[in-house]
């Protein structure tokens, strides 16, 4: 059982460039997640889904982009990286409700020059 | 607000040692708690998680956690640490309205020495 997978693993950026971190689960969740995770401020929330079709901001949203087209991928694109957004990415996901647990993808670390 | 707080930044214990790593909250509501552990070049895996009942938790690896409303606390606890508990630790609270709700600590990393 994959759970959720990540790709790229590594990618080096210059600034102004775009790209976009792919994100595919196999357990049929419904809500999906992008954090990224920065020495001392733990995992900050960038955006988030509940259900195919629909995307909602969070913490940290600002710079990125999400689409979630079909319910098992989920999508993160910068359009216009910046040293800002060195950091690691990890996609999530899990099923509604308070009481599930969230499962991460392994991560993406992103370096923008 | 909301807030999740993890006063030690790392730890170091020696092996077969106990370990007690704290988790501090500040929530509204009734708070679901979660203990996440992340290995070096990993994503973070669930450890354990209270919603209610029983205030004394028991969760994989060995670890356990107890919450105390009294004290806003949650503190995670092994009676004797192994070299592979090597990892970063995180706290998180939770709200009834989903995942998105969730709030991370900033981590603990555990050094454990032989």
């Known amino acids: 059982n994959a759970g959720v997978t990540q790709t790229p693993k590594f990618r080096v950026l210059k600034t102004g460039q775009s790209m976009t971190l792919l994100c595919a689960q196999d357990m049929n969740h419904e809500y999906m997640y992008w954090y990224r995770q920065d020495p001392g401020m733990g995992l900050r929330l960038i955006h988030y889904?509940?259900?195919?079709?629909?995307?909602a901001k969070g913490e940290v949203p600002d710079g990125y982009n999400v689409s979630r087209l079909k319910k098992q991928n989920f999508l993160l694109g910068l359009e216009s990286a910046a040293p800002s957004q060195t950091s690691v990415y990890f996609c999530a996901s899990s099923y509604p409700g308070a009481g599930n647990t969230i499962y991460f993808g392994e991560g993406s670390w992103l370096t923008v020059v | 607000a909301q807030s999740v707080t993890q006063p030690d930044i790392h730890i170091t214990v020696s092996e077969g040692a106990s370990l007690e790593l704290r988790c501090n909250y500040s929530?509204?509501?009734?708070?679901?708690l979660f203990w996440y552990v992340q290995s070096p070049g990993q994503g973070l895996q669930l450890l354990l998680k209270?919603?209610?009942?029983?205030?004394l938790v028991q969760g994989i690896k060995g670890f356990e956690a107890e919450f105390k409303r009294s004290q806003s606390s949650f503190n995670l606890r092994k009676p004797s640490v192994h070299w592979s508990d090597a990892a970063e630790y995180f706290c998180?609270?939770?709200?009834?309205?989903?995942?998105?709700?969730?709030?991370f600590g900033a981590g603990t990393r555990l050094f454990v020495k032989a």
């Open positions: 998180a609270v939770g709200a009834k309205t989903g995942g998105f709700k969730t709030i």
């Open positions: 209270y919603f209610s009942g029983d205030t």
């Open positions: 929530y509204g509501a009734t708070p679901y």
């Open positions: 889904s509940v259900g195919e079709g629909t995307t």
